[in-house]
Every structure is written in C-alpha cells, then in structure tokens.
C-alpha cells in the first residue's frame, strides 16, 4: 500500500509539473498555440486563434447594446494597446474571430484606465497611441496570447521594403464593416514614396514617430481597422511594431484609397514612455541588438538638392555662400564638407519639428551625397 501511495504521489507531481510546463509554454508572447492551418494570402479571412493577442473594442452604450469601436492589442495580462480612443464605458473582447459571435472563445473585460502621452490630438493624428489598463486578467490559452515587442530601437528604415501583417475587422471593397477577422501583408514604404504619393496628406501627418506601408494594389488597412497592430516575425516569435492610424482616402472622402499608404504609430518610438507607465512587455530577442544603420527620418538631399519637402519649407543652408532670397531656386548642398542648415517656419511647423526630433545633419563621411539615396 505504502509503494501504491508513493507511486500515486509520484504521479501526481508528474503531471503537475506537465501542467505547470503547458502553462509556461502558454504564457510565451508572440507565439500561436493553435497550429491548424489557415489562408494566408493578403487581404483575406483570417482564421480563429491565428491572432490570439488582437483585441476588438467596443463601446458600451447600455446594459444590452455595444458596438464596435477598433482593435487593440494584448501586451500583457492586463494591458492593451492601441490608438487614441474615448475612455467612457470600453470593453475589451479578447480571442474573438467572428464580432457576430460572442461566446465562442471570447472574454470579455471592463477597461478602468485610458493613458495617452502629453500632446496627444486626435483631430491632428498626434502621439496616436493609447495604454488601455483591464479591470480584471486575462487568461491566456489557445486563443489569448500577448505580443512581443522589441525592448531596443530599430531604425524603421531598416524594415523598407520588408512586409507585415495587418488584422482587423475595417471596411471591405463592398464598403461594408466585416464581420470575420481579415488579415493582409504590407511592405514598409519609404518616407520620400509616402510623402510623393500625398504630399498635402503625409507632409501634415506624417512625423518621425510614424511610418507608411502599404502595396498600392488594392490591399490596405481601412476604415475599422485603426488600433489595431503591425507585426513582423522574426526568429519565430511575432512582433508588434506599428498601430494602425491613418490613410488616405478615395475620391468621395467617405473610404480609405487601398491604393495609396497608410500610417502607423511607430511602437518603437514609445518604448521609454511604456516604461515610464511600467507596462511590461516581453522581447524573447532582447540579447539581439538590431544592427546599426544610418536614420534618415525624411530625405534631405537629392543630387546635391534639398529635397522638394524641405524646399517648401522655406529652408536653405545657412552657411553655402548663396542669398538665401535668390529667386527661390534650391540650394546646392557642395558634398565633402557640412553643410549647416537654418529654418524659417512658420510656429506650427517649428513645433512639429521640436516635437518630433526631426533629424536634418547627415554626416557624410567621405561618401557622396549621391550615394545616400540609392
């Protein structure tokens, strides 16, 4: 009897310590605890627990009726994040595929705090990020996961041309809210490509703390889908980078152009500020530095030109010899030797760049300014 008990006891602890290694396993971000299989082509229907730390949140207008405001995205077991949003009577829905479908999967929590950086405007699309506090946890399983997020900054420039995953709920071609969570890849476009397909939009709303993707094919984020995530995987695990803020729109004002790019909040330029609010968050990467690359946040120089922007800017190198009034032609920026450069903005331009960090000095280093640009 006494060797049965021990035997019992012994297989108690086996499984226990199984259990506690499932839930470790569960509690690692960015990973997919579902392994079905699923489409994944751009712009189509997702598939349940693909997405386990995107978020949908609603608007709790009565004891019965909500509706559905934008997506988010799980960090941790009591934190979201997304866009600028209205604090009053937010409900988060976790591990939900079909909006139609509340019970399958899905748990429900009350937010208790909204917090937005200082300077946040909506109207102006300014510091387009939001820490969303749960009331209560969630409870991580197939179909609830957090997202990693890198704990180190990375040049977005280094992501040029590299493509992410967008999901949400937005508008469809048919101009209709879809129910069924859509996924899609978009490429990071450069600044100079976004501020050439919209100048009167991107010049206004596009800083250093957001960035442009999209294919201009017809795939895009849209109308609903703002709040919600940009991911990128690397070395198998998934990661946030951008939220989704803005886009363009089509002829009539009323829908997104899904040829033209949209805007994301860069997460890696609020990393400092997420600790100052001690979210937690995981980066199973964190011994990895991103390699080192030179940051142009916005073209300065093309063919010893400034660039068209900065032209417009009422901007001209303070020190090139040249009348800075010489019938308004660009200024010719000699390579192999700095080149200092003064502003004449109007205040509200000045405080965007203040605001922004706008880098302008781009030390050459014996290469030509040529060479920047290619």
Not at 10 to 15: E, Y
Not at 250 to 259: E, S, V, W
Not at 295 to 304: A, D, E, K, Q, Y
Not at 348 to 363: D, H, S
């Amino acid at each position: 009897m006494a060797s049965g008990r021990l035997w019992c006891s012994a297989l108690l602890v086996l499984v226990g310590y199984a259990f506690l290694l499932l839930q470790v396993a569960a509690q690692q971000c960015g990973q997919v605890q579902s392994r079905k299989q699923g489409l994944i082509f751009g712009g189509t229907v997702s598939m349940s627990g693909r997405w386990p730390w995107h978020v949908a949140l609603f608007h709790q207008e009565n004891a019965k009726n909500t509706h559905y405001k934008c997506g988010g995205t799980i960090i941790n077991r009591d934190t979201v994040l997304t866009g600028q949003i209205s604090p009053a009577r937010l409900q988060v829905r976790a591990g939900v595929f079909d909006l139609s479908d509340i019970l399958r999967n899905v748990q429900v929590v009350k937010v208790f705090d909204v917090i937005a950086p200082s300077g946040a405007n909506a109207v102006d699309i300014v510091e387009d990020i939001a820490i969303l506090k749960t009331a209560t946890a969630f409870t991580y399983d197939n179909f609830v996961q957090p997202v990693c997020i890198r704990s180190v900054p990375q040049s977005i420039e280094q992501l040029v041309g590299e493509f992410g995953t967008v999901v949400g709920w937005g508008k469809t071609e048919e101009d209709s809210l879809s129910t069924i969570l859509r996924e899609a890849k978009l490429p990071v476009a450069s600044a100079e490509a976004c501020l050439n397909s919209d100048r009167a939009l991107y010049s206004q709303v596009l800083t250093t703390k957001m960035y442009c993707a999209g294919n201009r094919n017809g795939t895009l984020s849209c109308n609903g889908d703002s709040g919600g995530g940009m991911f990128f995987q690397m070395d198998g695990y998934w990661f946030l980078r951008g939220i989704t803020s803005f886009s363009s729109s089509n002829d009539q004002a009323t829908l997104c152009d899904p040829y033209g790019y949209a805007g994301y909040t860069d997460v890696s330029k609020y990393l400092d500020w997420l600790r100052q609010h001690n979210v937690k968050f995981e980066d199973p990467l964190q011994d990895q530095k991103p390699a080192t690359a030179p940051v142009v946040s916005f073209p300065l120089i093309s063919n010893g030109l400034l660039h068209d922007w900065f032209r417009d800017q009422s901007m001209q190198p303070a020190d090139s010899g040249q009348d800075s009034s010489d019938n308004g032609k660009p200024a010719l920026i000699e390579p192999g030797r700095t080149t200092r450069l003064q502003l004449s903005v109007d205040p509200a331009t000045r405080k965007l760049l203040q605001n922004n960090e706008v880098v302008l000095k781009v030390p050459l280093n014996g290469r030509s300014v040529e060479s920047l640009f290619t």
